[in-house]
């Protein structure tokens, strides 16, 4: 049921935000947590889920591979050198795109909203 969790980079700091958010949101969208105001909560906590999804989609992320040169018997054919491509290591790079700076921007508001309807 859960095995989407295995492949989740949690390294990754907006992963985390979606998840944690979510969390939140469901629990006071349902009135679960009553500590603060309901409404308040549920804004605070999907500014901050919109939020991680932009930062999501403004993340690319870049394998970065190895060519390895072999020298051996492929297919019957001997003496034939074979390239292949190791993956050695991924990295992100911020590379914003408008629906991702969209989603910021309206995560931004939903957060600020959810601020000023606790006091």
């Known amino acids: 049921m859960f095995k989407w969790l295995e492949n989740l980079d ?3 700091w907006w992963n985390m935000l979606i998840i944690t958010s979510f969390i939140l949101m469901v629990l006071f969208g349902s009135k679960v947590i009553t500590i603060v105001d309901p409404q308040a909560g549920f ?5 901050i889920l919109l ?5 999501s989609a403004n993340h690319k992320k870049i394998i970065e ?10 297919d019957g054919w001997t003496g034939k050198d074979i390239y292949q491509k190791v993956p ?3 990295s ?3 590379k914003p795109i408008f629906i991702g700076l969209v989603l910021d921007f309206v995560g931004l508001v939903f957060f600020i ?3 000023i ?3």
Not at 43 to 47: E, K, V
Not at 51 to 55: M, Q, V
Request: aromatic share 14%.
């Open 88 to 90: 050695i290591g991924a």
């Open 113 to 115: 909203v959810g601020i």
């Open 92 to 94: 992100y790079i911020r």
């Open 10 to 12: 949690t390294k990754r």
């Open 117 to 119: 309807k606790l006091f």
């Open 51 to 55: 939020f991680a999804i932009g930062e």
């Open 43 to 47: 804004l605070f906590s999907l500014g």
């Open 65 to 74: 591979y190895k060519i390895i040169q072999d020298s051996g018997t492929v």
